[in-house]
């Protein structure tokens, strides 16, 4: 969820390949 993106921006790298899939 977009709760991991407070993790940091490597989270947000996996978001984008996951919204790819």
């Not at 969820?1 to 899939?21: H, Q, T, Y």
């Amino acid at each position: 969820g977009l709760s991991k993106v407070k993790v940091g921006p490597s989270s947000m790298a996996v978001l984008a390949k996951v919204a790819l899939m």
